[in-house]
């Protein structure tokens, strides 16, 4: 079956310095990778979502490219900023694509400290 | 203000008994879906719903069943609880169900906890 391997558990980063959380996955099928972020008391949002090979995604600062030979979607900003400190998740669909039934990654918790 | 509303926030149950697990989206969406994170576990999904019918269950036990009276609504009811099943319940929609625009729109979430 799906799965997604994402960076364990506590990532501790100084404001300013750059971020990567490293997402891998493993499917059978087709693929569309997405980040989502859950600040603490909130509902887990969409960060990015991507499908295309090698073509660079972009929003709120955040990046991250599929790379379907290395079957990796990670996730970077340059400059981390105090809040961005939240739980990210690096999830994968079907060859549909939906949101039907994702496949999720066990999260990686971003701090960010002055 | 918070358009997937999930009640309570928080829940605290005895092994045995029955809960529901209310949702409700404002988002105006067609599909809604329910996913579980237990301690140290990705969140998975358990159902799919569109237009208030079951599309998808990924969930083995019948001890976990959807209740869509509207289309807006999807709660979850759970029986015979176990300790096991002490988890953070989300409840999320989607536009549509299937298509590769769709994007996921997730609740707070409800903490259970079974004692």
Known sequence: GDSVTQTEGLVTLTEGLPVMLNCTYQTAYSTFLFWYVQHLNEAPKLLLKSSTDNKRTEHQGFHATLHKSSSSFHLQKSSAQLSDSALYYCALSDSTGGADRLTFGKGTQLIIQP | ?115
């Open chain 2, 1 to 115: 203000d918070p358009k997937i509303i999930q009640k309570p926030k928080y829940l605290v149950a005895v092994t045995g008994s029955e809960k529901i697990l209310i949702c409700e989206q404002y988002l105006g969406h067609n599909a809604m879906y329910w996913y579980r994170q237990s301690a140290k576990k990705p969140l998975e999904f358990m159902f799919s719903y569109s237009y208030q019918k079951l599309m998808d269950n990924q969930t083995a036990s019948s001890r976990f069943q959807p209740q869509s009276s509207k289309k807006n609504h999807l709660d979850l009811q759970i029986t015979a609880l176990k300790p096991d099943d002490s988890a953070t319940y989300f409840c999320a929609s989607s536009r549509d169900w299937g298509g590769d625009q769709n994007t996921l729109y997730f609740g707070a979430g409800t903490r259970l906890s079974v004692l």
